[in-house]
Every structure is written in structure tokens, then in C-alpha cells.
């Protein structure tokens, strides 16, 4: 209730449910996101190539950690990012009050669990928007390095660092009479070159690191255009969010200018992430929005909030009004019966 004391509820399931369901689920969820990228639990598919094809001929750019946005960028600006934003934007949140005059929110109930642990709307807000976007980091994760492990495609670089013995292969070089390869290699011994660099060469669809910035920016930008409030000026959260699309699409350019991954995959991964940001926003956190404190359930008018209402004309009409009265078995005021008079 806006403006009043807050609702107290006590519940003894919050704790319990948070360490061992949610807390395990999530364990669970890191957990296959190490053994997808970092184990070879689940071994790369192995898709075959055709020899001398120019779509994977183009030169091995380096290490990963040698990229203009290396890993370890992108997990920096993906982790830092939307936490700063939905924390400074949950402080304004609790610190600076939505005014009277605006539109009302309805508050949460502050839930005691015990004797001595209280937990309040604002610190129970931060926890699910932050638990509920660590959880779809890590599913993102997941999506993408399943994905590269089922397809196998190979990266625009595979045949560089792959080395095939075309001769041994008998792979025939291109001429004026064939221009295009001739043969479908699927040996799984043909590549010669690291096996570790080859390993990596095939996971290229979808583009992980594409699909993380995707997620980070639909959720960041989606909790700005439902959380901020802006006086006076509608182009503040539109700029803002088109600012946090620009880092996004920058890393998907330099995946493909450094010949890392295809147009395809850089596509197929912000598709993904923007994906598991939509659901997770408007059916896990129903768009940030606060819950009823007594538990019932908003109307949709309700949770539009207070809509300006005008007097019915009927209210006004005294001649209206009665033609209603009667319509509903009242007499009309004209059809009365005079009284008898004694004679």
C-alpha cells in the first residue's frame, strides 16, 4: 500500500526454498555450463567439409585472448552491466518514491521468516532481478555451447588450422574445368593440424559470445523501459537502450571481421540471447512489476494504474435517470397514480 506502512507477512518457506531449490537449481545450471565449454563430457560433432572450400579457408586470426574483445571483456561487460543498472535503478527505486500525483504502485509485504530475519520489497526485488538474470546468463550459456556441440559447424578459419592432406584425401585442386570442390571429406582423422584448435574450430553456430550480449542487453534494456521513470522527456530511456545496443553489435561485427565466426552464427546467437531475455522478463518477472501484498491477483486495469474517470452523463440527467428507474419496474414520475380524494 503506497504511502502507508508496509504489510508484514511471515513465512518460515522462504529460506528453506531459497537454499535448497533455488540455490540447487542453480548449482545445477553452472555446473552443465562448465562441463558444455570446458570438459569434454559431450564431445563435438564432427560435420564433414568439402575440399578446397573458400568458406573456411580464411586465416587462423589467433587465440581467442588475442581478440580486439576478448572473453574476458565480454564476461566482464555481460556481469557488471545489467547488475550496476538494476542496482543503482532499485536504490533509486526504494530512496526516491514514486510521488503522490503519479501513478501508484503497489507494494510488496515485507516477509518475516523467524525471529530475527526480515526481508523488505526493495532487498527482495534486487535478489529475484538478480538471481533470475544470473540464472538466464548461465542458460544462455548453456543454449549456445549445446548448440555448437550438436551442430559442429566450423568456424571461417576450420581449414586453417584443420590442414587436411588433400593429396592423401585425393582431393583435387580447383581448375578452369571444376571450379568448385569436387569431394565431401567426413574422415574423421583428415585434419592433421592441433586437435584442440580443431576442436574450437568447430563451434561456431551459434556464436556464444553474441548470444550472451544479446541476453544482457534485452534484459537491461527491457528493465529500463519498464523501472525508470523520465519527467518531461521521452527520448531518454529509447537513447539509453540504444546505447546498450551498440556494445552488443559491435562484438557481433568484430566476431565476424576477425574471421571467428558467419554472419549465421553471430545472427543465431543474438536471436538466442534476446529470446531467453523476453521470457524470463515477462514470465518469470512479469515485467518487474511489484506483487499485491495480500497475494490477489491484479486486474489488467489495475495494473495499468489509476486511469482518469468521468462522471456519468446519467448522474447528471434527472429525466434520464428516471426513464432508467423505470425501465428497471420503478414507476415513472409522469404515470403516477394521484391520491384519492374523500368526497
Same mark, same amino acid.
Given at each position: 500500500?503506497? $504511502? ?10 522462504? &529460506? ?94 515485507? &516477509?518475516?521468516? $523467524? ?15 538478480? $538471481? ?191 426513464? &432508467? ?19
Amino acid at each position: 500500500m503506497a $504511502g502507508g506502512r508496509p504489510h508484514l507477512k511471515r513465512s518460515f518457506s522462504i &529460506i528453506p526454498c531459497f537454499v535448497f531449490v533455488e540455490s540447487v537449481l542453480l548449482g545445477i545450471v553452472i555446473l552443465l555450463a562448465y562441463r558444455l565449454e570446458f570438459t569434454d563430457t559431450f564431445p563435438v560433432h564432427t560435420q564433414g567439409f568439402f575440399c578446397y572450400d573458400s568458406t573456411y579457408t580464411k586465416p587462423y586470426p589467433g587465440p581467442e585472448a588475442a581478440s580486439r574483445v576478448p572473453p574476458a571483456l565480454t564476461y566482464a561487460l555481460v556481469t557488471a552491466g545489467p547488475t550496476l543498472t538494476i542496482l543503482l535503478g532499485e536504490l533509486a527505486r526504494a530512496y526516491f518514491p514514486t510521488p503522490p500525483s503519479a501513478v501508484p504502485v503497489i507494494g510488496e509485504s515485507t &516477509i518475516v521468516s $523467524g525471529a530475527c530475519c526480515r526481508f523488505s520489497p526493495p532487498l527482495r526485488r534486487l535478489v529475484r532481478f538478480l $538471481g533470475v538474470y544470473s540464472f538466464g546468463l548461465f542458460t544462455t550459456t548453456i543454449f549456445a555451447n549445446a548448440g555448437q556441440v550438436v551442430t559442429g559447424n566450423p568456424t571461417p578459419h576450420f581449414l586453417s588450422v584443420c590442414r587436411p592432406n588433400y593429396t592423401a584425401l585425393g582431393c583435387l585442386p580447383p581448375s578452369p574445368d571444376r571450379p568448385g570442390p569436387d569431394r565431401f571429406v567426413t574422415d574423421q582423422g583428415a585434419c592433421a593440424g592441433s586437435p584442440s584448435l580443431v576442436a574450437a574450430a568447430r563451434r561456431a553456430f551459434p556464436c556464444k559470445d553474441a548470444a550472451l550480449c544479446a541476453y544482457a542487453v534485452t534484459y537491461t534494456a527491457m528493465y529500463v523501459t519498464l523501472v525508470f521513470r523520465v519527467k518531461g522527456s521521452r527520448l531518454v530511456k529509447p537513447s539509453l537502450c540504444l546505447a546498450l545496443l551498440c556494445p552488443a553489435f559491435l562484438v557481433g561485427v568484430v566476431r565476424v571481421a576477425e574471421y571467428r565466426n558467419h554472419w549465421s552464427d553471430v545472427l543465431a546467437g543474438f536471436l538466442t540471447g534476446a529470446a531467453i531475455a523476453t521470457f524470463l522478463v515477462t514470465c518469470v518477472v512479469h515485467n518487474f512489476q511489484s506483487r499485491p501484498p495480500s497475494g490477489r491477483r491484479l486486474s489488467p486495469w489495475e495494473d495499468l494504474g489509476q486511469v482518469p474517470t468521468m462522471d456519468s452523463p446519467l448522474e447528471k440527467n434527472p429525466r434520464s435517470a428516471g426513464r &432508467i428507474r423505470h425501465r428497471h419496474g420503478s414507476p415513472h414520475p409522469s404515470r403516477r397514480t394521484a391520491p384519492a380524494v374523500a368526497t
